[in-house]
């Protein structure tokens, strides 16, 4: 794999340019304006001098395994949000770790948290580098260094089970490499994030991650069988059966930990047989209401897609239904995108069933074309943010998640209150992901960046998460807490599950060093 760009998404070598006819259109909808400053080199780019305190880790992972350059470091800084980004195009790299630090497995790993627990030294798990809610960035103040740990050196399956269809994967595996392994075994995950191409296996567990086929083969979090995890105290090692009526499951106190609690180093993951055939196809609705209703009743009556998503009118409208076609004025309506995977006859049965269903609820078939469109676009979206950012726009997204009876009005929230924060801008939403009881809704919008990009969409991400809390939503469905979210979480779990939250925290890693700052709220004063 190529480096990822180290101020914009993925391969430097797929980065792309919006046509001249859709910069006209922005220009003439929402006011953008030719961003006048260019991001600044990377050469130029100096993060402040690396705190001597991190030098002392060489006697557990070698000279080898610190890295304190300058480009390394600024490739470790922040995830892959928008504000992430503009940060870094402006030259800002001040939350560049001091080093970044690459152990070779779990007991090196347990060794550098003993050590930056007694050395009172911040440690941030680092696996793609593809969080967007500031799940990358730690509270250094107070401590003597910040280290970045890089798994990218656990990368194998150590082991694999046929029979009972589960594979342990290192936690620094990145998804493309763990598919082709599984593959050589005629197994998959199955599991497509939009990150995919760069995430890996433990950022997929500590972020409760979800991917495009998730309506088949489920969230991450439920194809977790057992983990390992290293902590500054001691391993954890978490599942000894599918299930266990032994006291709480404390599998589920890590998946989502955000590398507060402790690094996970591998996961033993439930796979399935690779399919025999894949279909992807498309389907317009009239309106969003009706093509929720209609994906609510696969959801819960069946037959099930293993993807399953519906945009609504101005995202089928713009062609952002189809990632990579914005402007393509993809016609009124809206689009339903669904995918069949597995054995011939039952992607063959479950077509025939999903057919009869939505066309009973009022869908109008179009054929293949629009889905696989959509397939084959499916990890491209972060590309076309990039473009946007380079024209001068500001695009972001943003999901959570209601129960059916819900979704509606959390849906007009949403867009009221961008709209409301952010004049003059698109707002498009779609609904990613399904279950029986609800659904997610992941939103993107795109407006003039103007003044103060940063500034104003943390104040719009405000008024966004109180209207979320409002309607009865989840501030987050699978992007994460990160910091974004952080002070969020009590007004969903409670203050009693918050200090739950730092009971935990302050056993596991009692000097407070694991990724400071992100996921648990700060004490009151």
Known sequence: MPAMRWNGWGDPDRATRLPDS??????ELLGVRPDPVPSVPL??????????AVRALTEIVGPGGVLTDDETRIRHTRGKSTPDLLRLRAGDASAAPDAVVLPAGHEEVLAVLDRCSRERVAVVPFGGGTSVVGGLTAAGDGFAGVVALDLR???????LDAVARTATLQAGL????????????????GHYPQSYEWATIGGFAATRSSGQASAGYGRFDEMVAAL??????GTLTLGRAPKSAAGPDLRELVLGSEGAFGVITDVTARIRPLPETRRYEGWRFP???EGTAAVRALAQDGPLPTVLRLSDETETMIGLARPGEIGAASGDGCLAVCGYEGRREDVAARRAGTHAVLTACGGEPLGDAPGESWAAGRFSAPYLRDALLDAGAFAETLETAAFWSAVPRLADAVRLTLSRELPSSLVMC??????????SLYFTVVTAQGDDPVGRWRRAKAAVSDAIIGAGGTITHHHGVGTDHRDRLADEIGPLGVEILRAVKDRLDPAGVLNPG????PAAG
């Open 287 to 289: 309106t969003f209401a």
């Open 174 to 189: 990145r998804a493309p490499r763990a598919e082709a392994l599984l593959a050589e075994h005629g197994f998959t995950l």
């Open 430 to 439: 779609h609904i990613s992901h399904v279950y029986r009881d609800g659904a």
């Open 43 to 52: 050469a130029e780019v100096a993060p402040p001098p690396p705190a001597p």
């Open 22 to 27: 859709v910069v006209g259109l922005l220009r």
């Open 228 to 233: 390992t995890v290293a902590t500054p105290r």
């Open 153 to 159: 050196r656990l990368d194998r399956i150590t082991a």
């Open 518 to 521: 992100v996921l648990i709220p």
